[in-house]
């Protein structure tokens, strides 16, 4: 009980303005009190309606009053500021935006700790000494603060609700059992709540259960993430060794290649050199013995002329022009051709063994996947953007379309069409691949024209020349294809036709999943049908395939296939 004495002295003198320990207080005719600046600033606000009024009772003074600071209650705060009290509660004791306010306070309102459910207000502690006191009062429902006391109220009756019908699932009062809830099932809310506290419970045992699973993912997870991450820098510093000694081997070669050129080299020059001299030399002789003759030819004397002759005209047999053979300006050309080659033949085998370290890299297991796509929009996430390789198209296809679109041709149109000799060429078939090849999740959808269109993927190392099946897609194990006509479809894989039914549409779309063995057709129109899915395992990168079949040269329906460009 002092306790509360004390209370109700810190609030006689505290400033309901700013609600601190009133600062040079003020007492205004009404009897209120405020801090000097308060209620100054307060009244400066309102000089323009020339009416000031007090901020808690709202009594209006004309003129505005004079303030003079109240020397008792000045002395009374000074002594509470020195025994350590406060004048205002702890700002915690406050209501703040999320708490229950007390509806009895004013001025700053502090934190409610209980509500009535008799009177339907919200107490503070202060306020609420009279349900502990008075004993009318003691018999009132108090439960937690609640900002919500008026949906505790029938809205029809203005009475309590205390009962839950269950027929109807919500709380009702007493008088709604006599009235539209007459013979439903109804509990007392007390005892519907005790039947939802045990299911809360359960709930509550399943969600926790749930979280330590959870957990224990998570942990499974992190310590997956940190094996795949040691084993990456691992297999990335193993790779840059490997690649570092390779690059080492060829850079010796490189050298070795260079210094036996350059050696040789430096063997044909000095042969050269030497084989140069000694015609110069042999030059210098001629030149000479010319010049002998020469002289020899004017002298006069005859019998002089023919004594000398015979040792002047004779020469000695030439050394060079037999023996020197110059040859076209070619040198180490083969050398060149060699290393050229040797290029070419690692580059292959380099190609070759980067597809192997690929799909070795995606086969990489990690213990979740990402969900098979539902819906066209999860499909399109996977969108893939194809071209189709011109040096890979039968040479009665017409490719445009920035190479996504291939036509097949008439016979009168094949006289303007033509295209170079590529070992990568189908010769037989009327059928193009695409330049790009595909691993892991991939989709695209292909618009056809025509009679018929077959749609596959393949591997690069399909057969191309002739018209075996070695070529043809679906009839070996290097590739698979959907043959769409105008109201059927049929499945190929490895001469094995199976009838596909669906929906006929002029649009298919197509799902590979490279590392699940996964390749699905779908009918696309206004919705997406599944038309036939193939579980395999791929062993190599696919490429996209079209094929055009049951034609004549003469017909003129203008067959097509188009990689369509999905946003």
Same mark, same amino acid.
């Given at each position: ?6 209370? =109700? ?63 008792? $209650? ?23 935006? +999320? ?20 009177? $339907? ?66 509990? !007392? ?21 749930? #979280? ?33 000694? =390779? #690059?080492? $081997?060829?850079?010796? #070669? ?22 140069? +001299?000694?015609?110069?030399? +042999? ?26 002759? !015979? ?15 110059? %040859? ?39 213990? =979740? ?34 190479? %996504? ?8 149109? =094949? ?7 590529? !070992? ?66 049929? $499945? ?6 199976? !009838? ?7 649009? #298919? ?59």
């Amino acid at each position: 009980m002092a306790q509360r004495g004390v209370q =109700l002295d810190q609030e006689n003198i505290s400033c309901s303005i700013c609600g601190d320990l009133l600062k040079d207080p003020v007492t205004i005719p009404c009897g209120h009190s405020y801090c000097m600046v308060c209620i100054k600033t307060c009244w400066d606000e309102e000089d323009h309606k020339r009416i000031h009024s007090c901020p808690r009772c709202r009594k209006t003074f004309k003129p505005r009053p004079v303030l003079e600071k109240n020397i008792l $209650l000045a002395e009374l705060v000074e002594k509470l500021k020195k025994t350590g009290l406060q004048a205002a509660p702890a700002d915690h004791c406050y209501a703040g935006p +999320e708490d229950v306010a007390c509806d009895v306070c004013t001025g700053r309102k502090l934190k409610a700790i209980k509500s009535c459910l008799v009177c $339907l207000v919200s107490y503070c502690e202060k306020h609420l000494q009279h349900h502990y006191d008075i004993v009318q009062l003691k018999k009132h429902k108090l439960v937690e603060p609640s900002k919500n006391l008026q949906q505790l109220i029938c809205s029809r009756h203005d009475e309590v609700m205390k009962i839950f019908c269950r027929t109807d699932q919500q709380s009702i009062c007493y008088l709604c059992l006599m009235d539209e809830h007459k013979g439903h099932e109804t509990v !007392p809310a007390a005892a519907e709540r005790a039947e939802k506290q045990k299911e809360l419970e359960a709930r509550r045992q399943q969600i926790q259960q749930r #979280i330590q699973d959870g957990e224990k993912d998570v942990k499974l997870l992190q310590q997956e993430v940190e094996v795949i991450n040691g084993f990456a820098d691992k297999a990335v510093e193993d790779s840059e060794k490997i690649f570092t000694e =390779l #690059i080492r $081997l060829i850079q010796k #070669i490189s050298s070795d290649v260079k210094q036996q050129i350059r050696s040789q080299q430096e063997t044909e020059v000095s042969r050269v050199k030497e084989l140069q +001299e000694k015609l110069e030399q +042999e030059i210098t002789e001629l030149k000479r013995k010319d010049g002998e003759l020469e002289q020899l030819s004017h002298t006069e004397d005859h019998n002089q002329f023919l004594h000398n002759y !015979p040792s002047l005209s004779a020469l000695s047999e030439s050394t060079h022009s037999s023996s020197i053979n110059i %040859r076209p300006l070619r040198y180490f050309e083969d050398v060149t051709a060699a290393v050229s080659e040797t290029r070419d033949k690692l580059q292959d085998i380099l190609t070759e063994k980067w597809t192997n370290i690929s799909l070795a890299v995606t086969d990489v297991d990690v213990l =979740l996947s990402e969900p098979e796509p539902k819906s066209r929009d999860d499909f399109l996430k996977y969108s893939t953007e194809i071209t189709l390789d011109p040096n890979t198209a039968n040479t009665y296809l017409l490719l445009s379309e920035g190479n %996504r679109k291939a036509t097949l041709m008439k016979l009168i149109q =094949l006289m303007s069409q033509s295209y170079p000799s590529h !070992p990568d060429r189908f010769t037989g078939w009327w059928q193009v691949l695409s330049r790009e090849s595909l691993t892991g999740r991939c989709y695209w959808e292909v618009e056809w024209r025509g009679r018929g269109v077959e749609i596959a993927v393949a591997y690069k190392n399909i057969s191309r020349a002739g018209n075996s099946h070695e070529c043809g897609f679906g009839f070996n194990d290097k590739s698979w294809s959907l043959r769409c006509d105008a109201n059927s479809y049929t $499945l190929r894989c490895n001469k094995v036709q199976t !009838p596909v039914s669906g929906p006929p549409s002029s649009r #298919i779309g197509v799902y590979l999943d490279h590392r699940a063995g996964m390749l699905s057709f779908y009918s696309i129109s206004e919705t997406m049908t599944l038309l036939d899915r193939v579980q395999t395992t791929f062993t190599q990168p696919l490429y996209v395939g079209v094929n055009f079949y049951n034609y004549l040269l003469s017909y003129s329906g203008g067959a097509t296939a188009e990689l369509i460009k999905l946003k």
